[in-house]
């Protein structure tokens, strides 16, 4: 655009607010702004932009005086996003409360016309959008002003519905209930955006859509949840045909409280309860509170094809928020090894069998030992016994597998003890006791 045509534009632009002919004015405004964004001049480009941004606000107070308040409002939302574009928010803000303002005068337009759904869009949209700029207050105005006049929308079901959306919004925001603004949600995209689409309105949608948002992101970051963290506490090894405990401690690490806590063991037919029921119930956990439930349980052989085995179980562990959504998380793995009372004896056997091998060992190495140091074999075997009273230790808490373990190493090292002897040259000693007494 050369300097005489861009004169020649602002000329027109001139020309057209003198004569108020606002359709002109506003696009020469953003030609301007246009050819300002060409050529590199941001400076320009802005100013160009706020002048498009006032006129709309000039032209929507002539149509305001005109009585066309749903023409002013679509000229106020244009002067909105150029405002937003250009991030000046107050701006913006202060023309969407007043194209609000408007839509709530075109919804008692629409009540002369005895035109039902064209008002409760009006309605509706107008009060969500107090709500986008936080004008609770105005958004409570519209809907108490609708309910005087619910003559003229108590026999349209749609109309109805459509105002029952903000009253909805606004509920769901101030008790910060996800839930229902789901709903309401739902019901915005299904009912309230297609209206204005019908009503010539298209231009109000991303103001809804962005109001939806903004609230779903308060809740969001003002809700508090209850965060449940479990830990399960039993033995690994459990003896068939005796009872034991499954503990499950559960600690509230959220900052809600929890409620109608549920502890549910998913039925395994190698299980059996034997105090309390399978369900475990506690009335609430708050933040930083924990609780434990507990399980009697046995394993009877009848039910088992092989009595030592691994079993595994899980548990469903439910609860309440403060607004009554229910959340469900799984335990597991509870996991544990059955053993029977005949392995548990043969084990033993085992032990007091080393013990008198230990013995015999003993009195079999001690003649070398007199040659070698006695007081230093004798802490050899001091040893062994410490082990074998650890390996005792283990039977009696259940923890047979280790005490298999430990049998088995024991059992070497008798094996690699009693070889001493074998390796000793006793006759080296003896030459050499011989110099030491000449």
Request: charged fraction near 25%; proline fraction near 2%; aromatic fraction near 6%.
């Amino acid at each position: 655009m050369s300097k005489n045509n861009e004169r020649m534009l602002r000329e027109e632009l001139h020309a057209a607010v003198n004569e108020k002919d606002y359709t002109v004015a506003v696009e020469k405004a953003e030609q301007m702004a246009h050819h300002y964004e060409e050529i590199g001049d941001t400076e320009k480009a802005r100013e160009s932009w706020i002048e498009a941004a006032r006129l709309f606000l000039e032209w929507a107070k002539l149509q305001r005086e005109n009585r066309t308040h749903k023409n002013s409002a679509k000229s106020l939302v244009f002067a909105a996003d150029i405002f937003s574009k250009l991030g000046i928010d107050t701006e913006a803000a202060q023309a969407i409360d007043l194209a609000a303002q408007d839509l709530a005068l075109a919804g008692d337009e629409y009540i002369v016309w005895k035109q039902p759904v064209g008002a409760g869009v009006c309605y509706s949209a107008a009060a969500i959008l107090f709500v986008l700029v936080s004008q609770e207050d105005k958004a409570h105005q519209v809907i108490n002003q609708v309910r005087t006049r619910l003559d003229a929308l108590r026999h349209d079901s749609t109309a109805n519905s459509l105002m029952d959306l903000p009253v909805q919004l606004i509920h769901a925001k101030n008790n910060l209930d996800i839930r229902l603004l789901n709903n309401v949600k739902t019901m915005v995209y299904s009912s309230l955006i297609p209206a204005l689409t019908n009503s010539g309105l298209t231009e109000f949608t991303s103001y809804i859509e962005r109001t939806i948002l903004g609230v779903e992101n308060f809740i969001n970051a003002t809700q508090k949840y209850p965060v449940l963290e479990y830990e399960v506490k039993m033995q690994g090894e459990v003896k068939v045909d005796e009872a034991f405990d499954i503990e499950v401690f559960i600690k509230n690490t959220g900052e809600d409280t929890a409620y109608n806590i549920e502890l549910e063991m998913v039925p395994k037919k190698e299980v059996t309860i034997v105090r309390e029921f399978s369900k475990l119930k506690a009335n609430e956990i708050a933040p930083g509170a924990s609780v434990a439930l507990t399980w009697r349980c046995i394993v009877k052989a009848k039910d088992l094809i092989e009595e030592s085995k691994q079993i595994n179980i899980s548990a469903r562990l439910s609860f309440s928020d403060s607004k009554n959504l229910r959340q469900t998380l799984t335990v597991s793995p509870i996991a544990f090894s059955t053993l029977s009372t005949k392995e548990q004896d043969q084990i033993t056997l085992e032990l007091d069998i080393i013990k008198d091998n230990i013995l015999k060992t003993k009195e079999k190495v001690l003649p070398a030992a007199e040659k070698a140091g006695g007081k230093v074999i004798a802490k050899v075997f001091d040893i062994m016994n410490q082990l074998v009273d650890q390996t005792g230790g283990f039977i009696e808490a259940g923890a047979i597998q280790n005490a298999k373990s430990w049998n088995k190493l024991l059992q070497l090292q008798l094996e690699l003890i009693s070889t001493i002897p074998d390796q000793i040259d006793f006759s080296e000693e003896n030459d050499k006791e011989e110099k030491d007494d000449t």
